[in-house]
C-alpha cells in the first residue's frame, strides 16, 4: 500500500483546495464589489428582471457606509455620514424602505489645533466669512461644466489649467479664504494644493455645491450601514458572496467566467456580463486575464489610504470640532499623513475622524497617528486627554482618490478608460471613473446598467 493511501486512511490528509469540485453558478450579471455602486447596481438590475451575484470581500455591503451600533442602542455614522438630498438618493432608500430623517451638521465648538505639536492655534482677528470666496471658486469653475456630472467627461484637448496645481487656481481666483472648506471635501486628495485642478473639481465641484444647496442633507435613522442591510435583503442572500475573492477570470464578447474562493472553498460563476465596481487597481485584479489596453491604463492609477475612526473615552468634553491646522503651511491645511477633524460623534463620550496617508499607509499606522495627535493635545493641556482612551473602531477605505499624472489626463487617458465599458462582456462602475459621492456615482452607475441591459438585450434579439 502506497504511503499517501495509508495517511489517507488514517484521516491525515486532505484534498486540496484547488481539487475540490468548484460549484459552479450562473446568473446574467456577476458583479464584483457590493460597496454603495455595486449594491446600488445589483438592485437595478433586479429591478428590470436580472439575476445577479455579488462578490464582497468584507462580511457585509456598503463599502464607506460604515456605522458603529452601541449595545445600548446608540449609533455612530464614521463613514459615509450624510446624504445630499437629491432624487436618485431619495429614490434608493424609498425603493428599500428606508426611513430618513433631514440632517444639519452639528454646530459644535470649532478649535483650530496644530495636531504635530498638539497646542491650539490662535485665530487673530474676527472670523472670516468663506461664502463670498466659495462663491467666487462657483463661478471660477463654471467654465468646466463639462465636469458637473461627477465623470471624467473632458474635451480634446484638456484645459492645460485642469492639469495645474490648484495653489495657481487659488492664487489666480483669490480662493485662499475658501481653502478650508474646499479641504473637507477634498481631503482624501491628501496635498490638495499641489493635486492638479481636474481632481480638485471632481472632489468639490459643480454638482457637489448643488446638492448643499439643496440642503439640508438627509440620513438614514438607523444609520448608513442599515441601507446596505435592506440591499442584501433586496438582492437575497443567496446571491451574495461574503468574505470572497475573485482570483481568476475568463473573459470574452460571449459571456465571463469568475473563479472565487472563501473560507469555504472556490465557486465558479458563469455570466453574460461582468461589473467591477472596486477601484481597478494592479494589486485587487491579480489572477484577472488583463490584456495590454487593460494594464497600460490600470497601472498608471495614483492613490491614498484613507481611513475611518471611532475614539472613545478621550477626555475632551462633548461637543467639539477640532480642525487640523499648520500655522506653518499654506492655508494652514496639514501635510499628509493627518487626522483631519476630530469630532464630536454624537454620543457622549465618542469622538470620530479621518485619517489619510499614502498608498503604503496602514491601519496601524493610522492607530498610531490618531493616539499620537491625542497625547499631544494632553501634553499641551489642550485638551484634558485620558490616558485610558481607546480606539473602538478603524475602518479602511484603501484605496482611495485614484488620479493620474497630469500627462495621461493631457494624452487620453479618460477617453481610453471609458472606451473599455463593455469590451470582453466587461463593464465598470466605482470612484475611479466619477466622483467619490453617491448621488453622482449611482446616477453614473444607473447609465452603466442601461448599457448592460441595452447590450443583453440586443444580443438575445440577434439570436
Known sequence: ML??????????????????????????????????????AAVQLIDRGY????????????????????PNGDLIDYGIRAYFNESVVRD????????????????????????????????SGDPVDPIPAILRYRAAIEQFNYLSTGGYFLPDPVPEA?????????????????????????????????APLLFVIQMFGISHMHGLLQ???????????????????????????YESTAIRTTRD?????????????????????????????????RGFDLNEKELSLFRKWKYTAYYGVIINNCGIPDGFNIVNTDPKLPGGLPAVPFASIVDFGEVSGYYRT???????????????????DLRRMGAEQTFPINEDLEIVALESHWPT???????????????????????????????????????????????????????????????
Not at 486512511?9 to 450579471?29: C, H, K, M, N, Y
Not at 450601514?225 to 442572500?237: H, P
Open 3 to 40: 504511503v499517501s493511501q495509508v495517511l489517507a486512511l488514517l484521516g491525515l490528509t486532505s484534498t486540496p483546495a484547488s481539487s475540490q469540485p468548484e460549484e459552479i453558478i450562473t446568473r446574467d450579471v456577476a458583479i464584483l464589489g457590493g460597496g454603495g455602486t455595486g449594491s446600488y
Open 51 to 70: 439575476s445577479v451575484a455579488v462578490v464582497e470581500q468584507k462580511h457585509r455591503l456598503g463599502g464607506h457606509a460604515d456605522t458603529l451600533y452601541l
Open 92 to 123: 434608493f432608500f424609498n425603493k428599500l424602505h428606508v426611513e430618513y430623517e433631514s440632517y444639519w451638521p452639528s454646530a459644535n465648538n470649532t478649535d483650530r489645533v496644530d495636531f504635530r505639536t498638539g497646542a491650539r492655534v490662535p485665530v
Open 162 to 194: 485642469l492639469l495645474r496645481p490648484f495653489r495657481e487656481f487659488v492664487e489666480a481666483n483669490d480662493l485662499q479664504d475658501a481653502l478650508t472648506v474646499i479641504w473637507t471635501f477634498s481631503e482624501p486628495l491628501g496635498d490638495i494644493l499641489e
Open 215 to 241: 440642503g439640508p442633507y438627509i440620513r438614514p435613522r438607523n444609520g448608513s450601514a442599515a441601507i446596505f442591510k435592506e440591499a442584501a435583503r433586496y438582492i437575497g442572500e443567496d446571491n451574495i458572496f
Open 253 to 285: 464578447s460571449t459571456g465571463v467566467e469568475v473563479v472565487v474562493e472563501n473560507s469555504d472553498g472556490r465557486k465558479r460563476i458563469r455570466a453574460r456580463k461582468l461589473l467591477i465596481s472596486f477601484p481597478p487597481i494592479l494589486p485587487k485584479l
Open 354 to 372: 479621518r485619517v489619510i496617508g499614502t498608498e503604503s499607509f496602514t491601519g496601524r499606522d493610522a492607530k498610531q497617528l490618531v493616539l499620537d
Open 401 to 463: 482618490a485614484l488620479t493620474v499624472p497630469p500627462d495621461e489626463a493631457r494624452s487620453g487617458f479618460y477617453q481610453k478608460l471609458y472606451a473599455l465599458q463593455g469590451r470582453r462582456s466587461t463593464y465598470y462602475t466605482g470612484y475611479a471613473f466619477c466622483t467619490d459621492y453617491s448621488p453622482q456615482l449611482w446616477n453614473y452607475t444607473l447609465n452603466i446598467v442601461d448599457m448592460m441591459v441595452g447590450d443583453m438585450r440586443g444580443s438575445l434579439e440577434s439570436k
